[in-house]
């Protein structure tokens, strides 16, 4: 089932009378969510990304827009007739109910026709229970599991009535970072296994990208960016999608472009034909320094941290106005020496970007031929 | 070793405690159980006849006493459920409203902190036959074309009636501050969870609500039950000390009047009959924790 967003807005009235600000949690939406795909809704704590995914469930009406599954208008659809199912950041399972309990609960607030059977139900749960692998679990309590596996209760709990959406809130914020990355697979599986189309709420960046098909990226309830995580990250549209991908994070730094060439800090450190001269940001990828004993860019090292295959080469640079300690990852064959008190790179033209100074925008310029 | 020491400096902290527990309760139950045996008991002299049941064999045959047996026990059938369920009504209708809502907890909260006697008082407002008026209960009485009745010193059942109306109305409010709480601290959550998967309201109330705040509530029967067993000062404020004669006796009120009342001066069977309370209170208590165990969540 396809979801699409239409002018979708959400304001909250202030609490505070006298200044009467409103807050916009979520701002003009307009986009599609392709049928059977998984998407991740991305960006920093408050916003707007709950909201967002409350506005789709039905928990929270919008303050102006449409919400559309399918060509059916749901807007006003109150969240039972919506066939959502929502994963909560909290699980939110009932902790006086076994497992088996737990996951049954919804098929049996159905009425009438649409109630299965008995035996139809059991068939179910025990369905739902293997997409998750807990059916060895069945007549545990919440309480007597793990995180991860009460994650999965949730989302069996969640896919049992069969929903054309599911919906999942930052499920994976309470598991530990191993867990997190198996969890995070079986989510990924889960949801090609039933192609339910998946709206993924997280503000792990790594988290988003790793498993959706598509992110949105978010900022104050704004939507900046849309598209396959790779092509966000290989083409950011702005400053603040390019901080937001990639760990380590992009440096940043003041520059200015003069006659189709970049100059950080006085050194013209690569060609930008196309580009109109002027002060701009200038974002580097990590992995878009080359070490060169030649290269046009210079700056003093101040470390090595070794990640095994790869080193990160951790610097300072005079001009350096917005990362204090520039990365540069590189093969870990080409380790500078530790006494060296200057690193000269070269860059790669596509993992550099500008941005206008004022705007934050994204300048395009030429690049060469991969 | 270390175990052993910690295990000391625990029974240390809790020494204090364990005094003043054992002076002020432990003790004075000992003595009241041994009275209980002891036959023929004179206060003045200090002196008894032999060690037996009598007093028991006594206290169960006197009128009186079989009177303040029946009528606590209505009160606590009655008044524990009813109080208990119309707390959670009140409690959830609460929770559901937003305007006032800290306007409302006060009010319910009112009795609480009003004087018994007070209360009492404005009870005979409410209730009491006198030659100027036949009271407010009655007015509204005579609307539906029923007549006058005396609730104060009139038929049984009415009287019945006024302690039990009284006694719910006193527990009221601890009641809903304990469940307005408890309902306040369930994670919206659930509701929410709920809400999705299309759950009526009855079966959100039945399969969450209730078992999410069943701790809060066997807590309230278990303190119901005991409280009502107690009862005594609310029917001394409705009906003045004479209880015997108004038939509105309650075991409690049969304890003090042996010992202090017209009739008093008889530790013994005052002993017996406070004993036969704390076994009837001892049991209820363990049927309730026995039922608990099955359908109470922690
Ligand atoms: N019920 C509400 N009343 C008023 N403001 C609200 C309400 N719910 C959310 N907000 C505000 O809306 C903004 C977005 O909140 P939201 O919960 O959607 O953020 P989020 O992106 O999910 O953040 P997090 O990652 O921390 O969960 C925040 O500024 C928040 O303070
Ligand atoms: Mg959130």
Redesign the interface.
Known sequence: MKVVLQNLTKKFPSRNKKSGDEVIAVNNFNFEIPDGKLIGLLGPSGCGKSTALNLI???IEPTSGKIFFGDDDVTHL????RG???V?Q?Y?L????TVKQNIM??L???KGSERPSREEMERRVLEAARLVQIEALMDRKPGEMSGGQQQRVAIARAVV?MPKVLLLDEPLSNLDARLRLQTREEIRRIQRDTGITTVFVTHDQEEAMSISDMIVVMKDGVVQQIGRPQDVYDSPVNLFVSKFLGTPPINVFEGKVGGGRLHIGGEAVLDVPGAPDGSVFVGIRPEGFVLDENGPFTCQLTGVEVMGRDISVVCRHAANAQTAAIRAIISAENRPKDSAKDVRFALKPYKVFLFGRDSEERIEFQTPKR | MANKANNLKGWLYLLPAILFLGFFMVYPLVDVFIYSFEEGYNSASQTFFGVGLYNYSYVLHDPYFLQALKNTFILVVITVPLSTVIALLISVGLNSITPLKKLYQTVYFLPYVTNTLAVGLVFMILFKKTAYTDGLANLILAWFGKGPVDFIDGPYWAKMFVLCFYTIWAVMPFKVLILTSALASV?Q??Y??A??????PF?VFR??TL??I?PMIFYLVITGFIGAFKAYSDAVALFGTNLNAAEMNTIVGYVYDMLYGDSGGYPSYASAAAILLFAVVFTITLINLSISKKNV?Y
């Open positions: 469930s039905g928990l109150p969240p039972e007739n959502v199912g929502l909560f909290s939110a009932y902790p006086h109910l609960f919804p049996q607030n159905l009535k | 994670n959550d659930y929410n969870a809400k999705v998967d299309g759950t009526s079966r399969k969450i078992p999410m069943s969540h």
